[in-house]
């Protein structure tokens, strides 16, 4: 493993996961949501800033490219929880997120299952959208939960359903790229 500054803020976002959630049980709100949406942001932004620096820097690891997709993944379901604990039982935030948490637990599963395989299943510019989607999406409705401006809820929630239909997307390309590997052979 080499502790380099990519790999070093990689883990800052693995950790700042549990942060968010934490945040709060320990602080009244709204300052709990300021909190959760700084660290929320401040960890998204290592998620572009850790592989610019590795590959400008030629730092890339095998640390960093296992704990990277690891890390947002932490980032994005862990905030998806605690969204839907402060918004109850709504049907325009536990639809999306559900989604979402289906796609991620699927494509992890299909890559874990693949093994070397999984090459096949790198990750696309679509992909790579998503992940921006459902950040930005996350850290609106945080800011939405910081000021109570009602806009910012509209405008997180758009860009939700859109990280959820851009999730969805990628997660049946990934499928249909797997496909071959999945296929079951008749050896008679």
């Not at 290592?46 to 610019?52: A, M």
């Not at 590795?54 to 960093?64: I, L, P, T, V």
């Not at 093994?115 to 959208?129: I, P, Q």
């Not at 998503?130 to 997180?156: D, E, N, R, S």
Request: some cysteine.
């Amino acid at each position: 493993m080499t502790w380099n500054l990519p790999n070093l803020l990689t883990v800052f976002r693995l950790l700042c996961a549990p942060g968010v959630a934490l945040v709060f049980l320990i602080l009244p709100r709204p300052a709990a949501d300021w909190a959760a949406l700084i660290l929320f942001v401040a960890a998204s932004l290592t998620d572009y800033v850790d592989g610019y620096l590795a590959r400008k820097w030629d730092q890339m690891s095998k640390f960093g490219a296992m704990l990277d997709p690891i890390a947002d993944k932490a980032m994005v379901v862990t905030a998806i929880a605690v969204l839907t604990m402060l918004h109850g039982v709504n049907a325009l935030i536990v639809l999306p997120a559900a989604l979402i948490l289906l796609r991620e637990t699927f494509v992890s599963g299909l890559r874990e299952y693949l093994g070397d395989t999984a090459g096949t299943l790198k990750v696309t510019k679509l992909a790579k959208w998503k992940t921006t989607a459902q950040m930005v999406a996350i850290a609106v409705l945080f800011a939405y939960g910081a000021t109570a401006a009602a806009p910012l809820f509209t405008l997180g929630l758009a860009i939700f359903w859109i990280a959820a239909i851009l999730t969805a997307m990628t997660g049946w390309d990934y499928l249909s790229k797997a496909m071959p590997y999945l296929k079951e052979h008749d050896d008679a």
